[in-house]
């Protein structure tokens, strides 16, 4: 028996060299690593974070259920690269979604940068929607003015109460929030937005410019008939103040002020 204790003493003792070299080579590993760059010629994987040494999260590539966590909830949609900021606050990245649906499809492609702790301001985007009703294809930069993130509670509180007002109640109290700077506004589109509506085909090529309140102030475009247009209009975005008119084509241009255009002078 006491040779069988000796054996286990023995065993025990070459265990605990093993862990003590283990955990050595560990420890030395982290401060200074020991093994070469590992080359891979493919990887699966659903996730892969980039963090820094203190833990936080700067980076994440994953599919769409990886980025259904943490401040986004459940269901999202897209895959793609998010970054994070010194916070691990999301602060922008690449995303992709698409499928086909009845009649049509729905897909989009985004490259976003994010103010902080609130949404996307600046976009660039590829977005299209067809169903049996119609189509709907932008393509181009989107830029959004978004108030303080101190204030996204009652942002978010506003948009909630908007969704059980009456339409007519409902822009009444969108452009309240919007003259006080509680909402979300959208001031400049600058691309391609083509598409059919009510069987309607359109197509607009241009610079679209919102005032603070999120009411078109000046559009820059070309419509569906190759016609070039330039507008500029009220503080509420509905009387047009300048409407530059041009001749039919092979008419020669007028010299006299243009329908709608202030007087020089």
Same mark, same amino acid.
């Given at each position: 028996m006491e040779k069988d204790l000796s054996r286990n003493i023995r065993v025990l003792q070459g265990c605990v060299a093993v862990l003590f070299l283990s955990t050595a080579l560990l420890v030395v590993n982290g401060l200074h690593p020991l093994l070469p760059a590992q080359n891979f010629k493919v990887i699966n994987a659903e996730r892969i974070n980039i963090r820094e040494g203190n833990g936080v999260l700067k980076a994440a590539l994953s599919n769409a259920a990886g980025f259904s966590e943490g401040q986004r909830a459940a269901g999202a949609k897209f895959s793609g690269l998010m970054f994070y900021n010194e916070e691990g606050q999301e602060t922008g990245g690449l995303t992709f979604r698409g499928k086909a649906i009845p009649g049509g499809q729905d897909s989009d492609v985004t490259l976003s940068f994010d103010q902080y702790r609130q949404d996307q301001n600046v976009y660039l985007h590829h977005e299209e929607f067809k169903d049996p009703k119609g189509t709907r294809i932008d393509d181009g930069l989107t830029i959004n003015a978004r108030p303080d993130w101190t204030g996204v509670k009652q942002e978010y509180a506003i948009y909630r109460e908007l969704k059980n007002l009456p339409q007519a109640e409902q822009d009444k109290v969108r452009l309240q929030s919007l003259q006080v700077g509680k909402i979300s506004s959208s001031?400049?589109?600058?691309?391609?937005?083509? /598409?059919?509506?009510?069987?309607?085909?359109? +197509?607009?090529? /241009?610079?679209?410019?919102?005032?603070?309140?999120g009411r078109n102030?000046?559009?820059?475009?070309? +419509?569906?008939?190759?016609?070039?247009?330039?507008?500029?209009? +009220?503080?509420? /975005?509905?009387?047009?103040?300048? +409407?530059?008119?041009?001749?039919?084509? /092979?008419?020669?241009?007028?010299q006299k002020p243009q329908p709608g255009a202030p007087k020089s002078g």
């Amino acid at each position: 028996m006491e040779k069988d204790l000796s054996r286990n003493i023995r065993v025990l003792q070459g265990c605990v060299a093993v862990l003590f070299l283990s955990t050595a080579l560990l420890v030395v590993n982290g401060l200074h690593p020991l093994l070469p760059a590992q080359n891979f010629k493919v990887i699966n994987a659903e996730r892969i974070n980039i963090r820094e040494g203190n833990g936080v999260l700067k980076a994440a590539l994953s599919n769409a259920a990886g980025f259904s966590e943490g401040q986004r909830a459940a269901g999202a949609k897209f895959s793609g690269l998010m970054f994070y900021n010194e916070e691990g606050q999301e602060t922008g990245g690449l995303t992709f979604r698409g499928k086909a649906i009845p009649g049509g499809q729905d897909s989009d492609v985004t490259l976003s940068f994010d103010q902080y702790r609130q949404d996307q301001n600046v976009y660039l985007h590829h977005e299209e929607f067809k169903d049996p009703k119609g189509t709907r294809i932008d393509d181009g930069l989107t830029i959004n003015a978004r108030p303080d993130w101190t204030g996204v509670k009652q942002e978010y509180a506003i948009y909630r109460e908007l969704k059980n007002l009456p339409q007519a109640e409902q822009d009444k109290v969108r452009l309240q929030s919007l003259q006080v700077g509680k909402i979300s506004s959208s001031r400049l589109f600058l691309g391609v937005s083509r /598409g059919v509506n009510a069987g309607v085909p359109y +197509d607009y090529t /241009g610079l679209f410019i919102k005032n603070k309140w999120g009411r078109n102030a000046i559009r820059i475009y070309v +419509d569906n008939q190759n016609k070039p247009h330039f507008e500029v209009y +009220d503080e509420l /975005g509905k009387a047009r103040l300048y +409407d530059l008119k041009l001749p039919p084509a /092979g008419e020669a241009p007028s010299q006299k002020p243009q329908p709608g255009a202030p007087k020089s002078g």
